[in-house]
Structure formats: structure tokens, C-alpha cells
């Protein structure tokens, strides 16, 4: 069953900026590997790749509504950071972004009266309560650290272990 044409526009654009946030977070691994943050940089390469499956859930999504996809122009990220806690309040901003992006596709399914939408978008929805909080609490723990190294190095140690997630419910 179609999407009207509308709504899957909002899903075209939902793959975009997931894309998008995948490479903006490819590029923050960038800065933790230049400062030797192993693991702040293998945290980010994760993430990185769990956007990556974001943007093929909605696009597998997509095509099984029979709509097109079509991919949009994705905007360099940004590159300049100072530190650490730059990068996470970076992090977090563009988590509320893809939050507001996701309830407004939520609304604009409801608009459309397109229940289909609606279990995949709830997944999402919790989703990114998730990925909020999991960041908030990164940045909290950044603020504890303040300018001790040694607490720093702890943090990245703690947050190398993390593991690529199975993304289930995909
Ligand atoms: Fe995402
Ligand atoms: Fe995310």
C-alpha cells in the first residue's frame, strides 16, 4: 500500500538526515582519534554505524511501501571541535533534531491517516529517548571530569567498550 506522495517525502528526508548524522558522527571520531581518545573515537564509529542502519530502515521501509526513494544532498558536517564536551553538546543538539524530525513524520502520518507508519516510527520514537539520555549522561559525566586527565582517560576507557548494538526490531 502507497504512501501518498507527501509522506513519503518526510520518509525521504528522514533517510537523509540520518545519513547526515552518521557522517557528522564519522567525523567526530575524527577528532578523538586526532587526540589519541581511543575510545571516544570507537563509541563514535559505533554510532556511526548505527545511523547508518537508521537510514536503511527507513529506506528498506520505503521501498516496501512501493514508494521511491530518493536520497537528498547531505550537508558537511561539522568539523571544528575544541573539546570533548563540545562534541557531546554537538551530539546531543543534532539527537534533538532528528527527535523533532521523527515526531513531525509522526504527525504527518497520523495527518495522513497512514496507521501502517505507526509502529515504525514509535520503535523510533523510544529510540531516540534512548540516544538522548544515553549522550545527556556523557555530558553530565564530562562536567564531573572538568580538567582532570586522569578521570578523562577512565571515561574513554569506559566508553571504548561499547559495542556495535543488533539494532533489533529492524
Ligand atoms: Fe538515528
Ligand atoms: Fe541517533
Not at 136 to 142: H, M, V
Request: proline share 3%.
Amino acid at each position: 500500500m502507497r504512501m501518498p506522495q507527501p509522506l513519503a517525502d518526510a520518509f525521504n528526508h528522514q533517510i537523509t538526515l540520518e545519513l547526515e548524522s552518521s557522517q557528522a558522527y564519522l567525523q567526530m571520531a575524527a577528532f578523538f582519534e586526532a587526540k589519541s581518545l581511543k575510545g571516544m573515537a570507537a563509541w563514535m564509529r559505533v554510532q556511526s554505524e548505527e545511523e547508518r542502519l537508521h537510514a536503511v530502515k527507513f529506506f528498506d521501509y520505503v521501498l516496501d511501501r512501493g514508494n521511491h526513494v530518493r536520497i537528498g544532498s547531505i550537508e558537511a558536517p561539522a568539523a571544528d571541535f575544541d573539546t570533548p564536551m563540545a562534541v557531546f553538546r554537538a551530539a546531543l543538539s543534532q539527537e534533538q533534531r532528528v527527535s523533532e524530525s521523527i515526531a513531525s513524520l509522526y504527525k504527518s502520518a497520523s495527518d495522513a491517516a497512514d496507521a501502517a507508519s505507526f509502529p515504525l516510527l514509535q520503535w523510533f520514537l523510544e529510540e531516540q529517548i534512548e540516544e538522548e539520555a544515553t549522550v545527556s549522561e556523557i555530558i553530565d559525566q564530562l562536567e564531573f571530569i572538568g580538567s582532570d586527565g586522569g578521570a578523562l582517560l577512565l571515561l574513554d576507557r569506559e566508553l571504548g567498550t561499547r559495542t556495535a548494538t543488533t539494532n533489533e526490531g529492524a
